[in-house]
């Protein structure tokens, strides 16, 4: 400011030393004015130009400005970089916070005070059939079109779940979602989307398990109960104890099976994976198949001819347990359900890829291929009476698809009804090793060289 009086006084005292020596003090008071007016002029000149720059908002571009003025352009010059930097940062921010949201596995629905949606990740775009760009500024209730939701809506209840039917959901495939909304601001909502279609599926497939076994156990205890009962009761001939206690033994049997197999699903999924430094000979889990077939077939009364192939020379690594307890679940299925007079192919191979091949082909009565996604589902059975007369427990398959998949491989289905089935049991090339071909007579050595691609 005190150059600003400077300037101005110095300008007065230039024109009137001038008009001193012109004319005298008459002409150095005219210079003196005229001196005020030129540093006036120059001020205003400087004001426009700083109010032009102004007016075009190139603030980035201030004039070149001497004095108060330019000091003042200078300033806000350097106030608008700030400001710009400021939303630079929070548009970056917002930016990344948005980005957030959009990659969350959860969807994300802004509303405002009346319903309409203002913002939507594409995660709650696919939960709600929803489209992001063209479905903004829309009600909500009227593209959600489910009772439950306009409901659950309308009430605004806050921090409670709803499940409603996904987009494209049927009965054979459920879809399901569930809702919540969280108000905030002034009347805005926040509605989150979950996929909780695993979670109904997995829930589902507790109560039916819950509900199976209960059913299961409850049928041989109610024979055996019954039984007991007369035997406690009446005073049966020697042979028709006999039969009731044949009866009882073949009920009590059927839950020791139950149990053991419900057993072997539990270890199955909370132990861990198997290792690749357990070696299993092919011939030895093929023997054990065989014997195993042969004690079931006896049991069930059955005439069949069961037909291995010979061996290859390799091993297997793994938990040869469930190895075994795999491949025999194949081989016994094919006995409960094969015709007496029939014939069961089983055949191991080593495929030209390096994988292992295990295959088990029936002459039975076949299955319609509506029920084959669903034949390893615990407890799940074609013709359930069927199942029990052959002593099933509707495990084996289950056990199957698990012992596979710990062993990094895959079971293959294929049957058609009337001509039978096959089950095979594919495991990669990396659990495959083969075997030296030793003299008649001598036990086969592991090869120095592995298989495994």
Same mark, same amino acid.
């Given at each position: ?5 400077g300037a101005f006084f110095f300008c007065m005292a230039i024109g009137g030393v001038a ?69 630079a940062d929070a548009e970056q921010r917002l930016e990344s916070f948005l980005d957030a ?22 995660? !709650? ?34 921090? $409670? ?70 035997? $406690? ?20 049997? *059927? ?10 699903? #539990? ?29 079931? !077939? ?44 029939? !014939? ?29 996604? *669903? ?8 013709? *359930? ?29 294929? #049957? ?15 659990r495959v090793r083969p075997l030296a071909i030793t003299p008649a007579g001598s036990a ?10």
């Amino acid at each position: 400011m005190l150059a600003r009086f400077g300037a101005f006084f110095f300008c007065m005292a230039i024109g009137g030393v001038a008009g001193w020596f012109a004319g005298g003090l008459r002409f150095a008071i005219e210079g003196a004015l005229m001196g005020a007016v030129a540093w006036v002029v120059m001020e205003t000149l400087r004001a426009y130009r700083v109010l032009r720059w102004l007016r075009r908002g190139e603030l980035r571009n201030a004039p070149a400005v001497a004095g108060l003025w330019g000091e003042a352009a200078d300033r806000m010059r350097r106030a608008a970089n700030q400001r710009e930097r400021q939303a630079a940062d929070a548009e970056q921010r917002l930016e990344s916070f948005l980005d957030a949201i959009r990659s969350s596995p959860n969807g994300v629905v802004l509303l405002d005070p009346h319903g309409r949606i203002e913002w939507i990740n594409d995660t !709650a775009a696919l939960h709600l059939g929803l489209d992001p760009q063209r479905d903004l500024q829309q009600q909500v209730v009227n593209l959600v079109r489910d009772p439950v939701f306009s409901l659950f809506y309308g009430a605004r209840t806050a921090n $409670q779940d709803i499940v409603i039917a996904g987009p494209g959901s049927t009965a054979s495939r459920p879809r399901k979602v569930s809702l919540r909304l969280h108000p905030y601001g002034e009347g805005r909502i926040l509605l989150l989307s979950r996929d909780v279609t695993q979670v109904e599926q997995a829930e589902t497939m507790r109560r039916d398990f819950v509900a199976n076994v209960s059913h299961e156990i409850r049928t041989p205890l109610t024979v055996l109960s019954g039984f007991i009962e007369t035997l $406690q009761n009446l005073d049966l001939p020697l042979e028709e104890r006999r039969r009731y206690l044949q009866t009882m033994a073949q009920q009590a049997q *059927r839950m020791q099976t139950l149990v053991s197999d419900l057993l072997t699903l #539990s270890r199955l999924e909370g132990s861990p994976l198997p290792g690749a430094s357990e070696w299993t000979e092919v011939g030895q889990l093929l023997a054990q198949c065989e014997q195993e077939a042969k004690a079931v !077939a006896v049991s069930l009364n059955k005439q069949l001819e069961i037909r291995f192939t010979a061996a290859p020379a390799a091993a297997i690594s793994g938990a040869a347990v469930e190895l075994t307890s795999a491949m025999s679940n194949l081989v016994t299925n094919a006995v409960r359900y094969t015709p007496s007079g029939e !014939a069961i192919d089983i055949a191991a191979d080593v495929l030209p890829d390096g994988r292992f091949q295990f295959c088990v082909r029936d002459t039975g009565p076949g299955i319609a291929a509506e029920h084959l996604p *669903r034949l390893t589902e615990r407890f799940y059975r074609v013709d *359930r009476s069927r199942s029990r007369e052959t002593g099933g427990t509707g495990l084996g398959l289950a056990i199957v698809k698990h012992v596979v998949q710990r062993h990094g491989g895959e079971l293959k289905i294929e #049957s058609m009804v009337g001509v039978g089935s096959t089950f095979c049991i594919l495991l990669p090339a990396t659990r495959v090793r083969p075997l030296a071909i030793t003299p008649a007579g001598s036990a086969a050595q592991p090869a120095t060289e592995s298989t495994a691609g």
